[in-house]
């Protein structure tokens, strides 16, 4: 069953780029504009659920050059529910194991007429030398430990669908700053909305250069925690770390776990979130995790919503 | 035997500045027999006369430090192409580093190179050899043999040498045949998976830091070291403002050191890497504006001696990868002199005399050369620069095989217009 959309049918004037390769170049406005874009398509395909026939006769590739099972598979079915066809490229090594380049890789796929090209990439600025290079529009779907812009997208709607507005609120986001690239994006688009931000994990993954860019510095999760609206718990990223930046997990854990213990010391109405996969135990107990107060599962679904409207505002953009 | 006796060249009315022996004056120099041989001179009749009226008469410039690639990797750059680039660049002289495959760590590696390039005819070529076997760090190379060869130094090229025990022997070892060792200062430990300077941007982009601190703390050993033996050090790449102090001090102390900063390390920062261009992708890095006023006033005041181009050349395909991968380097003997006119001496920080000496004289003496300089007498090696000559750096600027440069589209003051090699003419624009 497909639905056609009246007021969604062509993007609007102000959007004109045809990349989205980070939240940092962005305006608010063109966030803005996405977010709305994303509720507007949640709200025509009853939650994501159905589908609606805004890229038909348009071709999307997934070009993953580094693990990835959600975001993959939320790109392919946001592109299915556009009406889009699909290529799923994945590639666990470098393409360079191959003897090719990356970009000879992308402009063959490039060449099997393809509209928008998702990529993920373990080395920041791939997105970005792909867009210099081939025709076709180009998402990052995160490049290493640089951005990841719609996760930061899907974030801000998930705190935008709860709260309305983001201007105000204080967001904590605790753990691996260094090499997340979900936190990267959150701080660009949580500052540009009007969001306090607050980065919190152990010294030797927060820096305090952070502090250049209006954000704060914390080590200790207890002490801000009263009065945080929005936790976003961040995976540590081992596969990133050249030597431990902490003596254990156990460490870890206990001075950084979101628990029943510390959500008592909590705002009544904080979110938690957590982009996922999350380790149970160590970023998050289940029992926050899968409690009241959790929205990782809103998250997915908004995931969906904003990378259909990420899709269809860039393809959008490219052939006007 | 026939002789056959070179033309007299009269380089006409060009403003002669010979650091060496702090000349600086407008006057005609006259070559004979591939020799220097009278300033001031008139023509006559067989003369080859080049005017060089509003250009800069110099010793030829000399690079001491050179990546040719050959033999091994012939794909960034052969000895052919390499010292034609340095010609059109305007060195007579280069001293060309061991990362090649195998490192030139024997005689036959040394002859080799220099028998390349004699068939080349271009710049004169000089040997660097490596400090220990196969550049692995752990065992001397032969050094006294090395030297038999014609080897006038040695480096382990852009492998630091790790091992301060390795290093202090080297050091000993080479005082005895008075070569001095270039080492790249960089603790590896903290350089592990580095891709640009550390610091605001390299965390805004989450790209991994090479920090200061990683070559100040072998600056600091080496310069120990350096005390410790009296042999003679050159510290290759220098980059931070912190080594430049300690190199300060170790000068007031007496050290025998000398140190180079190659013109990228005083003229872009770490914003280059904004757009992910691996050409800016160096080692050491690109890094922030108080580093480069750091080098800047180490070149005033001689605590840097040097201005080495630092060319490594790196084939497009090795450049076009993503930027982990992409190689370090920067091809950049053609830019070179360019680069000290328009961000040296045009923005005033350097004056003709104290710019060129760091690219004639110091080098000279860093590798113990009778050249780097026109008294009467001396090599007629001769590069006559237009300091005027605004141009755009394109890829069709470049002789070397590779044009892996940051400086694509910049437009920069100043070329070489005539470079002459022992009295002949080898190089002038067209």
Redesign the interface.
């Given at each position: 069953m497909s639905f056609e959309l009246d007021e969604i049918d062509v993007i609007p004037e102000s959007w004109t780029r045809s990349h989205l390769l980070d939240l940092?170049s962005l305006s608010t406005e063109e966030i803005t504009t996405i977010l709305d874009t994303a509720g507007r398509f949640k709200e025509a395909t009853h939650g994501c659920k159905q589908k609606i026939d805004a890229l038909s006769d348009h071709t999307v590739a997934n070009l993953f050059f580094e693990n990835s099972t959600r975001t993959r598979n939320s790109f392919s079915l946001a592109a299915r529910r556009l009406g889009a066809d699909t290529i799923e490229f994945s590639s666990s090594g470098?393409s360079?194991s191959k003897g090719e380049?990356?970009?000879d890789t992308a402009k063959n796929i490039e060449a099997m007429n393809v509209d928008v090209v998702v990529v993920r990439?373990?080395?920041?600025?791939?997105p970005?030398?792909l867009a210099q290079n081939i025709e076709c529009s180009v998402i990052s779907a995160g490049?290493?430990?640089?951005?990841h812009p719609t996760q930061g997208l899907l974030d801000i709607l998930t705190i935008r669908e709860h709260r309305g507005n983001l201007a105000g609120l204080t967001v904590a986001l605790v753990g691996d700053i260094?090499?997340s690239?979900t936190a990267?994006s959150n701080i660009w688009g949580l500052r540009k909305l009007g969001a306090h931000v607050i980065v919190c994990g152990p010294s030797t993954l927060v820096?305090r250069?952070?502090e250049?860019?209006g954000v704060e510095v914390a080590y200790n999760l207890d002490d801000i925690l009263p009065r945080c609206d929005v936790l976003n718990l961040l995976r540590i990223q081992f596969e990133r770390q050249?030597t431990r930046p902490f003596p254990s997990v156990r460490e870890y854990a206990l001075l950084y776990a979101m628990n029943g213990d510390r959500m008592q010391r909590a705002k009544d109405d904080i979110l938690i979130m957590a982009p996922g996969p999350i380790n149970r135990g160590v970023e998050v107990t289940p029992d926050v995790a899968d409690g009241p107060h959790s929205v990782i599962l809103d998250q997915v679904t908004n995931g969906l919503a904003v990378r259909m409207a990420v899709l269809w505002l860039v393809a959008g953009a490219r052939e006007r | 035997m026939n002789i056959v006796t070179k033309p007299r060249i009269l380089i006409q009315n060009g403003r002669l500045v010979d650091p060496a022996q702090k000349l600086d004056r407008v006057t005609n120099l006259l070559i004979e027999d591939g020799k220097i041989a009278a300033y001031g001179a008139t023509p006559n009749g067989q003369d080859v006369v080049l005017d060089a009226t509003d250009k800069i008469v110099s010793p030829g410039l000399i690079d001491l430090h050179v990546e040719l690639r050959e033999p091994g990797w012939e794909e960034d750059e052969t000895i052919a192409t390499g010292t034609a680039a340095a010609l059109a660049g305007g060195f007579t002289s280069i001293a060309c580093i061991p990362n090649t495959d195998p490192p030139i760590d024997t005689q036959a590696g040394v002859e080799f190179v220099q028998h390349q390039a004699e068939r080349a005819r271009t710049c004169n070529v000089y040997v660097l050899a490596c400090v220990s076997k196969n550049r692995n760090g752990e065992e001397l190379s032969e050094i006294g043999m090395l030297v038999e060869a014609g080897a006038i130094g040695f480096t382990d090229a852009e492998l630091p040498i790790h091992n301060p025990e390795l290093l202090r022997r080297a050091l000993q070892y080479c005082v005895m045949f008075d070569k001095p060792i270039l080492n790249h200062p960089e603790v590896l430990e903290l350089t592990h998976d580095g891709i640009m300077h550390e610091g605001l941007l390299s965390m805004i982009l989450g790209l991994n830091g090479l920090p200061t601190e990683a070559e100040d703390m072998m600056t600091a050993r080496d310069l120990r070291l350096a005390e410790a033996t009296g042999g003679r050090l050159h510290l290759m790449n220098i980059s931070s403002a912190e080594s430049v102090e300690m190199i300060r001090r170790a000068k007031t102390r007496g050290v025998t050191v000398t140190a180079e900063v190659s013109p990228h390390n005083f003229s872009l920062t770490d914003e280059s890497l904004r757009s992910f261009n691996s050409n800016c992708k160096v080692n050491p890095p690109l890094r922030d504006q108080r580093c480069i006023e750091a080098c800047v006033a180490g070149l005033q005041d001689g605590t840097l001696d040097v201005i080495a181009s630092s060319h490594a050349p790196r084939a497009p395909e090795k450049k076009m990868q993503e930027l982990d991968q992409a190689p370090f380097g920067i091809s950049a003997l053609e830019t070179a002199l360019a680069l000290v006119i328009s961000e040296l001496i045009e923005p005033g920080h350097l004056d003709w005399n104290s710019a060129l000496e760091k690219l004639t004289i110091n080098p000279a003496r860093v590798l113990g050369l009778a050249k780097g300089t026109l008294e009467i007498g001396a090599d007629a090696d001769v590069t006559v620069i237009d300091p005027h000559h605004q141009w755009t750096v394109t890829r069709s600027s470049f002789r070397s095989k590779s044009c892996n440069t940051p400086y694509l589209g910049r437009s920069l003051r100043g070329r070489a217009d005539t470079v002459l090699v022992g009295g002949e003419v080898r190089f002038q624009v067209s």
């Open positions: 940092e470098s360079l380049t990356f970009i990439h373990a080395t920041p600025g791939t970005h030398l490049d290493g430990p640089h951005e260094a090499h690239r990267r820096s250069r952070w250049e860019l050249y | -």
